[in-house]
């Protein structure tokens, strides 16, 4: 009976995991290495417990919340760092900033529920895994440096000392991207500080700083190499930290899969435009060097509302203060960071999907925080920075001379907020280096002024308040040094085709009621890579689309106007469509823009026609990065007669239903059928029964996704082994071959 009760106990807590009420109090428990638990609901005057034990003593848990609503300051969830609640108490909390996460000290965790008499909140869900307690880590006594190689491998501190210098500098397999997960992690906050750079050394970019006991979200490589360094100061320590390195050939799809991605460049995208699956909990952190706040713009925002969420975190974990927290189909406002870091992190539940979101976001230098206090004259030289006041005084007079990086570039000036008393705290600007020179406009009050482009490669920007005690929040506005446009305007309809491999464009100035369009096809195997200098558009009516592909059939990159530029963009193919359309009503300036191409190693990625491929060597890839609507490809491949085909997939992502993949085991599509397949699932590795395979992609007329990578190798077929029925003595000279027994009887004493 011991046993039956504990089986129905064990289910129990499976079946809650899966997202039930909680209405009567419980006490559950589990040896289950990994799982899901939670309240998609409760009732009042709770008690329920969650006892996570597992049966290996040399494992600890990670516990993640990905939901979190109890009523704040009555409703408490608490986690003891043991089996019962003697045990250390890790935290206590209620209300809607989600918890964690938590790493046990040892195999088990406890998680208590308790809920008072009144109000009840929408609940919580967590996760656990499990993961083997790092041997060998030693205490950090004295600074050290070491070198660390391999596919994975583990590294940390077991507590440390005073005035330490240590680093760790981490080389994995060649051609594949290092994943850094943290397992623990506790140091003196502020004082003891771990460094993460994605590179061979500390020249490369700093990834993120960590102290505290939070700990870091998982940290992917651009490449094969992670440079971490721990420096402590002169007075206290704590327990130290433990970490652990993987290898990956491709990393997962942020909005299908549990994944971190880490965002270095100053301006980019984020987001799943294409749809997300269930059950995710992945961030995006954005995450730039140097005095820089940043600005995130949604494009668009279609999530199961009330339950699919879209938070913004001003930091770099979720414990940072929340910005935004968004679900349904409105798309929400800009949001701006306080600092150079923001987490953007996606939640779904286990049901309901939607068509997912997508931001762009840019980096601006920080203003002073004292502001303009007193009268100032600034020479700036660089290529891009910001000007402005934070704030300022009665009676100041401020200069800015903007000069650009060479007489052949201009300079674009963008505000990107303005707050001045109207009519007497005045922004001049100048089109050149002194007042003698044509004034482009003055503004005050609070509407923000248009941007502006030079004539040549001075701007002069000049403040003035005056003396009557009346002061506002101040303005901002970024500015660059951008080469100069000889694009023509825009000011009737018209369609280009540019095939060079690298080119400008855009419209120096456009009319009303125009559609124009710019289709870039460069060599295939080639990817785009394009760049926008200067945008100036009539917001939410003159729009800039970019399609990742030959025409506005192909799936959409994104939707731009207004006065914010567009972040660098790259396609996944050799084709990228752009269209410009104005309405009827004002115009502004127009746009500038160039693109480049670059080299993807491989020809075989063109799937924007019907196609017939031919692949005959041992090893290779293949695949569609980006496809059609209504084409055909197909591959034969064909190896050495004595081998035979294991082909695997590191990507894939097409139209559910719609646009298949079929695999044959044969050399056309007459052979026996191995496999079809559609969706974002990475189908699993599939062998041939003989040397040759032939896979067929047949995609419908509406939507279009990603596509896919394969990789295929040919391997010695087994099967032209013979059996081993009795005792045999083989003499092998051939400088290669292959040996073996395809199978064997009893009483065998064989040797080659």
Not at 160 to 179: A, C, D, K
Not at 379 to 404: A, F, K, M, P, R
Not at 511 to 517: C, I, L, S, Y
Not at 686 to 705: A, C, G, M, P, W
Request: one cysteine or more; a negative charge; proline letters at 4%.
């Amino acid at each position: 009976m011991r046993l039956h009760h504990a089986a129905v106990l064990l289910i129990a807590f499976v079946t809650i995991s899966a997202g039930s009420a909680c209405t009567s109090s419980h006490a559950y428990s589990t040896s289950a290495e990994s799982g899901h638990f939670g309240c998609d609901s409760y009732g009042a005057r709770l008690t329920t417990t969650w006892l996570i034990q597992l049966t290996q003593t040399n494992k600890q848990i990670l516990l993640s919340f990905d939901f979190f609503d109890t009523e704040a300051n009555y409703d408490f969830v608490r986690i003891y760092d043991g089996p019962s609640t003697a045990s250390p108490l890790l935290g206590a909390y209620s209300g809607s900033v989600i918890p964690g996460p938590f790493t046990s000290s040892a195999n088990s965790l406890l998680i208590s529920f308790i809920s008072d008499a009144y109000v009840e909140g929408n609940g919580f869900r967590a996760s656990w895994s499990s993961f083997v307690r790092a041997e060998g880590i030693i205490p950090c006594d004295t600074s050290r440096d070491v070198a660390l190689e391999g596919y994975s491998g583990d590294f940390g501190c077991n507590g440390y000392g005073n005035q330490i210098h240590s680093s760790w500098s981490i080389t994995g397999s060649p051609g594949e991207r290092l994943v850094l997960t943290f397992h623990t992690f506790e140091t003196e906050a502020i004082y003891d500080i771990l460094t993460v750079y994605d590179g061979a050394d500390a020249r490369a970019n700093v990834v993120g700083t960590y102290s505290g006991r939070s700990i870091p979200p998982p940290i992917t490589a651009t490449g094969n190499q992670f440079y971490v360094t721990l420096v402590t100061d002169y007075s206290l320590t704590s327990s130290g930290f433990s970490a652990s390195w993987s290898s990956v050939v491709e990393f997962a799809d942020p909005c299908f899969n549990n994944t971190n991605k880490i965002l270095i460049p100053q301006q980019g995208y984020v987001g799943c435009p294409y749809g997300y699956g269930n059950n995710v909990n992945s961030t995006w952190l954005i995450n730039v060097v140097g005095d820089f706040i940043i600005r995130l713009n949604f494009l668009a925002l279609n999530t199961e509302e009330g339950a699919d969420f879209v938070t913004i975190y001003d930091g770099s974990t979720t414990d940072s203060t929340v910005l935004g927290r968004f679900s349904g189909t409105i798309t929400p406002e800009p949001v701006t960071s306080s600092g150079n870091r923001m987490l953007i992190l996606l939640t779904t539940d286990s049901r309901n999907i939607a068509s997912g979101f997508s931001a762009s976001y840019e980096t601006v230098h920080a203003l002073q925080p004292g502001g303009c206090s007193r009268s100032g004259t600034f020479i700036l030289t660089s290529s891009q920075d910001s000007i402005g006041c934070n704030g300022y005084l009665g009676g100041v007079t401020e200069e800015w001379h903007i000069s650009s990086r060479s007489p052949s570039e201009v300079i674009n000036l963008t505000w990107q907020s303005f707050d001045t008393e109207g009519g007497h705290d005045i922004v001049y600007v100048y089109d050149g280096n002194s007042t003698s020179d044509p004034l482009v406009y003055s503004a005050s009050g609070s509407n923000i002024p248009d941007p502006v482009v030079s004539t040549a490669d001075w701007l002069l920007v000049i403040f003035v308040a005056d003396n009557n005690g009346i002061e506002k929040g101040g303005f901002g506005a970024i500015f660059e040094s951008i080469i100069v446009s000889d694009n023509a305007p825009c000011t009737h309809d018209q369609n280009y085709i540019l095939t060079e491999q690298e080119g400008t464009f855009g419209c120096d100035g456009y009319g009303n009621g125009v559609t124009t369009t710019w289709q870039i096809h460069v060599e295939s195997g080639y990817l785009v890579m394009l760049e926008f200098h200067s945008f100036f558009t009539e917001l939410l009516y003159d729009y800039v689309t970019i399609y990742d592909g030959p025409d506005a059939n192909s799936e959409s990159l994104g939707r731009w106007s207004g006065a914010f530029r567009p972040p660098k963009i790259s396609s996944a193919s050799n084709f990228l469509f752009v269209v410009f359309t104005s309405d009827s009503g004002v115009t502004r300036s127009g746009f500038s823009a160039s693109y480049s191409s670059v080299f993807t190693g491989s020809d075989a990625d063109s799937c924007f026609s019907n196609q017939q491929y031919t692949l005959t060597d041992p090893d290779g890839s293949f695949g569609c990065t980006g496809y059609a609507g209504n084409v055909e490809i197909t591959w034969a491949i064909t190896t050495a007669s004595d081998t035979i085909i294991e082909l695997t997939f590191t990507d894939f992502l097409t139209e559910y239903n719609y646009d298949r993949l079929r695999i044959y085991d044969g050399p056309n599509s007459q052979a026996h059928l191995l496999a079809t397949y559609s969706g974002y699932l990475i189908p699993d590795a599939i062998r041939s029964t003989s040397n040759k395979l032939f896979l067929s992609f047949i995609t419908d007329e509406s939507v279009q996704y990603d596509g896919f990578t394969a990789q295929y190798h040919s391997i010695q077929d087994s099967s032209l082994v013979s059996a081993c029925t009795s005792s045999t003595h083989t003499t092998i000279t051939k400088p290669s071959g292959q040996f073996g027994c395809n199978h064997y009887g009893n009483s065998i004493d064989s040797n080659w």
